[in-house]
Structures are given as C-alpha cells and as structure tokens.
C-alpha cells in the first residue's frame, strides 16, 4: 500500500526533484507570515531574508516533505478573529482562499494550491509523502488529502477548534489537538480512523513527539502547563507547570537526540526548556513579542521563533541561553520551518 501511494506522487515530487541542489550554508528558515500572506525564506548563514514568496491568505501552519523538496502551507480565507472578538461582527469567509500551498523550496515559487478543506490551519504530512492530515479548523475535523490530485480521501470529526496537527515520529499515528474540548484525537495515520481521545490542559495548541515515539509533550495554552503523555498507550503521565508571567504555551518541539523539549510560550514573551530525562524546565529565555511558531536545529543548538507583531524572527543560541540575532520578516510571523 505505501508502494503504491509513494507511485501517486512522483510527478509532484519531479517537479521539484529534477534540478535539486543543496540547501545554503548554514540552511535556510521558512516563515509564514500570516497578515501579509507570504512566505520569507531567511539564508542562516547569511542571517538574512533572501526571498519572498507570495502565497495568499492567511498562511500559517507549514510542514516540509519528507524529500525536503516542498513546503506544504495552510492558506485560510477566514478573517482574523482574536480571542474575545465579536464573532458576529467579522467579513465572511472567503472559501475560494481555503487550501493548501505547495512550494518548491529550490525554485521558491508557489507550485500549486490544493483543496485542503474548510478553513485549514495547521497540518502534518504522512510518512511516504503521500497524505496531508489537515485541521479544519472552523468545523471541528481533520481532513486527509491526497497530494498526487488534492481529493479529500478521509474526513474525521475532532473537537471544536482543532490546531495541532503532529505525525508520530513513527508514521502510524497523528495527533490532533482541539482548543474547544482541551482533548487530543488520535488518529490511525495508516488507517485512517480514530483511534481514541484523551483530555489534557484548557486550550491545547502544539504537540512535540520525542525522536523514538515513546512520549509526547502538548502544551495548554490557557493553563499554562504541558502534559507529559504516553505516546503509545495515550495516557497522560504527568502534567509540567510553566512559572513566569503571561506564560501561554504554544508550539513545541523536541532536539533531534530527544533530551530537550522547547516550547514557546506566547504573550508570555519566552522560550522555555524542557530536560526530558527529569521532565523539569532548565532554561526559560526572553525572545521577543509573542513568539508562537517554533523550529530547532537538529543539533540543539539553535532554536528559531516566530514573533507576530514585531514582524521579525529571533535566532536562540541555546548553549549561552541568549538571543544571537532578530531578522525582520514579512507582516505577522506564524509558523516555521527548517531545512539544513
């Protein structure tokens, strides 16, 4: 079966693939800015914006292809809706925006735009490059998409406002968190079908799996904590309590060796450091405003945060606990990515 479903790609993957070179010295960092609907592809050797892609409404979440070739992105026509704001007061949607981009991260052009469902906001993509798993976001469930002609193949009820959409680092499983319900689904990434749920913190946002699957972290927004749960059986372990003021926890993500979980924390202006062997924070570094989208070098040694309204992008030397660099970026930073 994934024989078959790696075939149903190839010509996507070609168009990309053909004339690949390396990336730059140092890697590159892509940035979704979600108010400008673009895209600023930052040389890190250089620690500077070297392109920008436009890509259309509300880009936010993104995910690279497993070849490293292409860049998924989650475009909404959905207007912007704050915590708090009148609902009833917005723009109607724009549908015809609702997709998913895909970039050729050689060429830096936007490809194409695949269906994607309603109201895409962040998304994982399966092990063989074949499937996209989409939150959508304003009707409660996940879409799975085929990449080779963009059809819907799957649609799974999740709770209200899914988010996080996270692929075990396995392959055979994905979460998806609901800030509505304060759950995480899971879903059978092979299957696919829901597999169970479990209840973590009010407002979950983000998953980080450590490299062997064997645990995942899920930071709560609004209680300002991450759960600690077992990633095969699905049970919350332990719950990590974050100290500080405005502390909101957003995106996570784990080194690549699995000892550190960093989490970026929001209005709360920080990012914090997890010790995955004693499930304590060991570091909390003051990064700029709101930092929400997160990326790490597979080293450990740099993290990289999106910062909505400064516009910029903060570059983390881990081992000195400091911020190394700001790099201005398009108009509201969301999410991030890293290829090096």
Known sequence: MIFARSLMVTALMGLAACSR???PSGGQLFVTNERSGDLSVIDLAAERVVATVPLGKRPRGIRVSPDRSLLYVALSGSPIAPPGID???LPP???QADGIGIVDVRTRTLLKILPGGSDPEQLAVSADGAWLFVANEDVGQASVVDVSDGKTLYTIKVGGEPEGVNLRPDGKVVYVTSEEDGEV???DAVTPKLITRFAVGPRPRSTAFLPDSSRAYVTSENGGSIAVVDAMTHRVLST????GELIRPMDAVASGDGTLVFVSTGRGRRLVVIDTATNQPTASIDVGDRPWGLAVSPDGTRAYTANGPSNDVSIV??????VKARIKVGEGPWGVALIQ
């Open 93 to 95: 949607a724009d549908k």
């Open 185 to 187: 689904f899971v879903i």
């Open 87 to 89: 609902e009833s007061a």
């Open 240 to 243: 990590i309590p974050l100290a």
């Open 317 to 322: 030397d881990v081992a000195t606990r400091s």
């Open 21 to 23: 070179e390396l990336p």
